[in-house]
């Protein structure tokens, strides 16, 4: 007599396998639980696996725990910090008007509530003992949360120094993190000095613009401040009494660290978070090598290593074989960062200043092009309203970041336009930090003269931006009349503040700091502070804090 067993009642199961020959074979296999009740499962005997695969599945042993020799950029970056001398006289010159800009830059956006609101202890009240001061406020933080305020009012309005290669930057962004630092510092009596601070930002400018050159993050979709918090991260690391192998942990940390997205650069998402990335990276940068001096390790391997480096994970490319005959021959593979030259003072020697208006940079000189083409429109009896059409000739750069059409939501969405950047000059003559503000973007002139602004690429100017012998920001306004008449194209290829302009520009560079701290102290004040700042020597060798201290609030 036959006796029933009961069974489990659950699907079976479908199982590819593939054959010697390639094809695919399907199997039904019930699900481990779809057996007699009454057997083990370990009674069951497992699928055969064929020899090929179990050779391919016992060669693979698992990842290695060999950490090896920390990456050449990381080991570049930590000798030139701790090994280079700056002996550049040019370079610490250009410095020091970057570091009187830079805090004028800060001082200005103080004027924001937009700005001041984000500013301060993060528990209001809070007073670090020794803790970093903050230019134009009367705030004591500890080094973390001053490097984010000082970052953050330097960047606020767009006005400090910027660099352009294949990656653009605002190199005096890493001030944020130096000042906080060195200040906090010398409250605690380390003996720094203003030539401190010069050589810390000349170093940094060199570390963040020689990875720009020929390094587009932008194109990947991450934001140029990786690289400020790579470049803060390395130069306060020796602020702090880190040696050489600890720089290399602590800029491994920060390639390692989350890193920020364009997003908020870009239509239709543009905002305020562009102007206080910068700040976020300065923080970000003073606590990972604050962490390192406690003893935290590095990633030796954090940019090669395979599937969770970053370039493999971060800085990928597409790569099409040779004889390559459709999309599915490609391959995406990390790319290693290419160097155009080894480190040392380019970048500060050849910055670029902004100098006559509050414009992203690659507008500057469309910018001084709209003024001149005011002046003229004043001089024919005529105005914006008799205007037609303008053509901006420009880079390719300008045409992919700041080219946007539509409404602007809001300040940063403007001070990005390109189009908004050449209208309110042409209507009103001017371009200040409050052309950008909700008030003076409802005037309706503005918008109707900005939908008939157009821009093309001009080759030679993308071109010459790249080239190291030029690297110029070309742009050219073409301006037609309603009545017919064309007026003569008004082309600029230097803004003032390049380098070939530099003669030019400086004395106009110190008139705008001049502007910048007129708004926060009395006369007797401002002289004192352009006096110190004016005599190089003696600014060198003031402490760090003696330097702060002309810029607080009581």
């Not at 000349?202 to 990947?220: C, D, M, P």
């Not at 954090?302 to 970053?310: D, E, H, Y």
Request: proline share 6%; net charge positive; hydrophobic share 40%.
């Amino acid at each position: 007599m036959l006796r029933k067993v009961a069974r489990v009642s659950v699907p079976s199961r479908r199982v590819f396998r593939q054959t010697q020959n390639g094809a695919l074979r399907t199997l039904i296999v019930p699900s481990s639980s779809s057996v007699p009740a009454k057997l083990s499962r370990s009674s069951i005997p497992a699928p055969a696996v064929p020899a090929i695969q179990r050779r391919q599945m016992s060669a693979h042993a698992g990842e290695s725990t060999l950490r090896p020799e920390p990456d050449k950029v990381l080991q570049d970056i930590a000798d030139y910090i701790h090994n280079y001398p700056i002996e550049s006289e040019l370079a610490f010159e250009t410095a020091r008007l970057c570091l009187i800009d830079t805090i004028g830059c800060g001082l200005e956006a103080l004027r924001f509530p937009e700005c001041t609101k984000l500013l301060g202890p993060v528990v209001e009240g809070t007073i670090v003992p020794n803790g970093t001061r903050v230019p134009g406020t009367n705030y004591q933080l500890d080094p973390i949360r001053g490097a984010f305020n000082i970052g953050a009012i330097i960047r606020w309005l767009d006005f400090n120094d910027c660099f352009l290669a294949a990656e653009w930057g605002h190199p005096s962004d890493n001030l944020g993190a130096i000042l906080a630092v060195a200040d906090h510092l010398a409250r605690q009596g380390q003996p720094l000095t203003v030539r401190d601070i010069l050589e810390a930002m000349i170093k940094a400018h060199e570390i963040q613009g020689s990875l720009a050159l020929l390094n587009s993050f932008n194109r990947v979709g991450l934001d140029h401040v990786v690289l400020v918090k790579v470049a803060s991260t390395a130069v306060v690391s020796k602020l702090l009494g880190l040696n050489r192998d600890q720089t290399v942990d602590a800029v491994s940390q920060a390639w390692v660290d989350g890193q920020s997205l364009r997003t908020y650069r870009h239509a239709p998402n543009t905002g305020p978070r562009k102007s206080w990335a910068a700040g976020d990276a300065n923080s970000r940068a003073v606590n990972l090598a604050l962490l390192v001096k406690k003893g935290e390790k590095g990633l030796p391997s954090v940019l090669t290593a395979k599937t969770w480096g970053f370039y493999d994970v971060l800085f990928k490319v597409t790569v099409f074989p040779p004889k390559a005959e459709s999309l599915f021959n490609r391959c995406i593979q990390g790319k290693p960062f290419e160097f155009q030259i080894p480190y040392g003072s380019y970048i500060m020697e050849n910055v670029l200043f902004k100098i006559s208006y509050p414009a992203e940079f690659h507008a500057q000189t469309a910018v001084e092009a709209a003024h001149i083409i005011h002046a003229k429109l004043k001089e024919l009896g005529k105005s914006s309203d008799d205007i037609k059409s303008v053509r901006i000739r420009t880079q390719e750069a300008a045409k992919r970041i700041i080219d946007k059409q539509g409404p602007l939501d809001n300040f940063a969405d403007r001070d990005h336009a390109i189009n908004y950047m050449v209208a309110y000059p042409l209507i009103f003559g001017e371009l200040t930090s409050e052309s950008y503000t909700d008030t003076s973007a409802a005037d309706p002139r503005i918008d109707e003269l900005r939908a008939k602004i157009f821009c093309v690429e001009d080759q030679r100017f993308s071109v010459e931006y790249h080239e190291p012998s030029k690297r110029s920001i070309g742009n050219a306004l073409l301006v037609e009349l309603n009545d017919g008449t064309v007026l003569d194209e008004v082309e600029i290829e230097y803004p003032v503040g390049h380098k070939r302009r530099r003669a030019e520009g400086t004395p106009l560079l110190i008139n705008k700091f001049k502007r910048h701290i007129s708004h926060h102290f009395d006369e007797a004040h401002q002289k004192k502070i352009l006096s110190t700042v004016s005599d190089a020597k003696s600014l060198a060798k003031l402490p760090v804090d003696k330097f702060t201290d002309l810029f607080v609030k009581v």
